[in-house]
């Protein structure tokens, strides 16, 4: 797609479910050039991990705002959080198991309580001053890269403990504590932790609310980001820090439908659909509906994080486990269609079927086959389709002329979960 196309899609369309898209400051080096963000947009699937003292309560990782539970009260849990059966490489196991290229790990949530060696934290809430004694993002960025996994970290600027969150202006010493926290840990888990992928921000809002980019004022995410890229030059980042941000964040179990969206985001999303960090209450996603967001999202141009909620003990349920196992399989049949591809040439449509390309071929997506004549009618590309088939799989009859390209599925054995065609293109 060229500039001025993708500037009009831009104009023109309102991605009702990326909020905030291209708010928040950003000034000279503040972003990567495109070209920097090429191998990221190669990945299209990672693991999302929401893992803290709030997996002990199991009811998600709002429990300690939720329940008005007061910071030294809640600051209890940590004599309890010492996991005997967590294994960084472990996770990295499920995670390649299912097909996924990249980790991003909560190392520190809204709650304040950070899972490292953390001499910045405000009274040193952190899992090695505490019962466990452990450095558990040492542990999982070395277990990332020894799987061959690109490494992301999460970190939320917001920490409940601080009454000054809430009320900025009111007690302007309490906010700066908070501040101050927040650029110590930040420098933390970008300097001792060896080269990271992808940092991702959030709660950046102020008191819960309004924006991340209208808290800017108070976060300074240029003088932030500025010290991040002194350790990690090219270091993805996400928005929420209040700087516009890398690419854009699609938060959410909604459907993923219209058309393709001309930068980069990502869908994250929930596996369990309860909450975020462990919980009692499962509502673990069908197969079919997992495989339709990926497909979905890879044919708007996205990427997809899966988040997982280990236990207390840091273990991943084994129901999890066994169902991103399924997406693994199908993906060690799918996935040429799926990584370092890109969105088009034809824009999906909702419910029915996405393409993505790569090389001189184009795959298309099949959620379900055409009801009736087993007929697809695609439009016409301007390219010469020479060969038709399933992917790893038999010839489809196709027709082309000027008004587009007729696939015939008559004799198409589909798969129960997503059907990949391999469109070959004369000359490219
Ligand atoms: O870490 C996960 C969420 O905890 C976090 N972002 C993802 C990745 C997040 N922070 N804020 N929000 C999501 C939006 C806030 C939603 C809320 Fe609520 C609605 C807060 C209060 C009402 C959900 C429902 C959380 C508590 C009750």
Request: aromatic share 12%.
């Amino acid at each position: 797609m060229g500039d001025a196309e993708k500037k009009s899609m831009e104009k023109g369309l309102i991605y009702t479910s990326l909020k905030g898209v291209g708010q928040g400051v950003s000034g000279p080096g503040s972003n990567l050039p495109a070209e920097k963000m090429q191998w990221w947009e190669d990945q299209k699937f990672g693991m999302f991990i929401h893992w803290g003292l709030y997996a002990i309560p199991a009811t998600g990782e709002w429990t300690m705002f939720n329940q008005k539970i007061p910071a030294e009260e809640y600051a209890k849990l940590a004599d309890q959080f010492n996991p005997k059966h967590f294994s960084a490489a472990e996770w990295a196991r499920v995670a390649k198991e299912a097909g996924m290229k990249y980790m991003v790990m909560v190392t520190r949530h809204h709650d304040g309580f950070a899972l490292w060696n953390s001499p910045a934290s405000y009274r040193h809430f952190d899992s090695w001053e505490t019962a466990a004694h452990r450095d558990f993002v040492k542990e999982y960025t070395d277990a990332c890269r020894k799987a061959g996994l690109h490494v992301g970290l999460y970190y939320s600027p917001l920490d409940w403990r601080f009454p000054g969150y809430f009320d900025p202006r009111e007690l302007p010493d309490n906010a700066a504590l908070l501040k101050k926290q927040t650029y110590g840990q930040v420098e933390e888990l970008m300097k001792n932790y060896g080269k990271i992928d992808i940092l991702w921000y959030d709660g950046g809002w102020l008191a819960h609310k309004g924006s991340d980019a209208d808290a800017a004022w108070f976060w300074e995410p240029l003088k932030l980001n500025a010290m991040v890229r002194s350790y990690n030059p090219d270091v993805v980042i996400n928005p929420r820090s209040g700087m516009v941000g890398d690419f854009q964040t699609d938060e959410g179990g909604a459907d993923v439908k219209g058309p393709i969206i001309p930068f980069p985001w990502e869908k994250c999303l929930n596996l369990n659909a309860t909450s975020w960090g462990y919980n009692k209450a499962q509502n673990l996603m069908p197969l079919k509906q997992i495989i339709d967001m990926l497909v979905n999202t890879v044919d708007r141009g996205g990427n997809m994080l899966l988040n997982v909620g280990p236990d207390p003990d840091g273990v991943i349920p084994p129901a999890h486990v066994e169902r991103l196992k399924e997406v693994g399989q199908w993906l060690a049949k799918n996935g040429e269609g799926i990584y370092q591809t890109r969105p088009g040439p034809f824009q999906p449509v909702d419910d029915f079927y996405g393409a993505t390309y790569s090389g001189n071929k184009i795959y298309i997506h099949l959620l379900k086959m055409p009801a009736g004549d087993a007929v697809i009618k695609l439009p016409p590309t301007g390219q010469v389709i020479t060969a038709c088939t399933v992917l790893h799989g038999e010839k489809v009859k196709f027709h082309q002329d000027a008004t587009g390209i007729t696939l015939n599925l008559a004799t198409v054995q589909p798969d129960p979960l997503v059907t990949t065609l391999v469109l070959k293109v004369k000359g490219r």
